[in-house]
């Protein structure tokens, strides 16, 4: 028994060790260096905040968490968090979202732009918004030999108003400024998109065969955001894109990442998402090996 143990020891310390490097702390990156170009004088003003929401962006930024780095895949997510452009839900919606992706081995940078139905911003639109998401990508691909990344794969993710946003950002991102900027001078199409119940608010689309690689979710009892996935998923099968779609029976609204459901559908569905990457070898490394 004695010579059994110790031969079951030293094959166990023969095994490989895979040690789990702690989350790296998020880095806050203003858009702009000077603010929103034409807001600059609004960029000191602060951002109201409570437990899960910030409202009053005057100064777009993203938040990146770096991917683990023992599963890195070079890919990155752009987070756009909902609340109906009045606010966003930062932490279900974003933070949360981006340590979620970052674990998994995919760099996420969580969104904050402008709010055009915010009381404390009346004097911005939604096209500001898809200013905001379009430099959000081109910063992304002009840091991306700083940040390990690959720039041709750099995707989104949006909830609700944040998937409105994430949706213009895909089938529709503003030219670039007519300024010598580098960084504007790169592509803001994303490489892939997955859109969470997005609500209704869109513009005129162009839906063609070469269009993002896109994810859909909703629920069927959502009256607000169920019938936007399925039009867009009518519309990407029509021309032939790529798409997916999982609708679910029921969840109503805003189920996250099914972290506060009590419906077992839902709580599992980050796992499509999983699976949806995994095929597109953004989720390379996932899951971890067993020790």
Known sequence: MIRLLATL?????????FAQSPPADPLRIPLWEK???????????PEISREYWTRNINNPSITYYPARAERRTGAAIVIMPGGAHEFLVITSEGENVARWFAERGVAAFVLRYRLFRGKDSPIYSFDHAREDAARAIRTIRARATEFTLDPARVGVIGFSAG???????TLRPPPAPEKDDATDALSAR??????????????????AKDSPPLLLTAATDDECCSQPAIDLMTAYRAAGASVEMHLFAAGGHAFNLGERT??????????????????????????????
Not at 9 to 15: K, N, Q, V
Not at 163 to 169: C, I, M, Q, S, T
Not at 263 to 289: C, E, K, Q, Y
């Open 190 to 207: 994303p490489d892939f998109a997955i859109l969470v119940y997005p609500g209704p608010l869109h513009g005129e689309e162009n839906v």
């Open 262 to 291: 009590p419906l077992v559908s839902l709580r599992h569905w980050g796992d499509r998402i999983t699976d949806w990457m995994t095929d597109r070898g953004l989720f390379a490394n996932w899951p971890p090996p067993r020790p």
């Open 35 to 45: 603010g929103a170009p034409g807001f600059e004088s609004r960029a000191a003003i």
């Open 9 to 17: 020891l030293a094959i166990a310390l023969s095994l490989p060790v």
């Open 163 to 169: 998937g409105e946003l994430a949706r213009a950002a």
